[in-house]
């Protein structure tokens, strides 16, 4: 995912904590933050030490970074997006973390309810 995509400095997360609007499942908490100065949305990812080491950290957050990337077209792009990792997401595959990112986007109206992610 290229750089300009990405959500880094802690001002910016605090401007979507504070001002941005919250949908969560079991697996994932997702900030929404429309922003109009860019014109492709902005990922920001949070995983906690609690979920595990550092290598389950990043594994989450590489299936996370993915699941966008492939769904970048479907995605409503005038957002910005925070995607926090819950515990029960260690234990699932590519697959399961992707569909339930993807329940979580539908319930935000950030992606079509009607949205198939089967290719």
Known sequence: MKKDYRIKSNKDFQLIFKNGRSFANRQFIVYLYENNSVNHFR???????????????????????????????DIDAKYDY????????RDMNYHQAKSSLIHVLKIAKAIPRNFSSNP
Do not use: D, H, W
């Open 82 to 89: 925070i995607v926090i990792a819950r515990k029960p997401v």
């Open 43 to 73: 990922l920001g990812l949070s995983v906690s030490k609690k979920i595990g080491n550092a290598v389950t950290r990043n594994q989450i957050k590489r299936y996370v970074r993915q699941a966008f990337l492939e769904l970048q077209n």
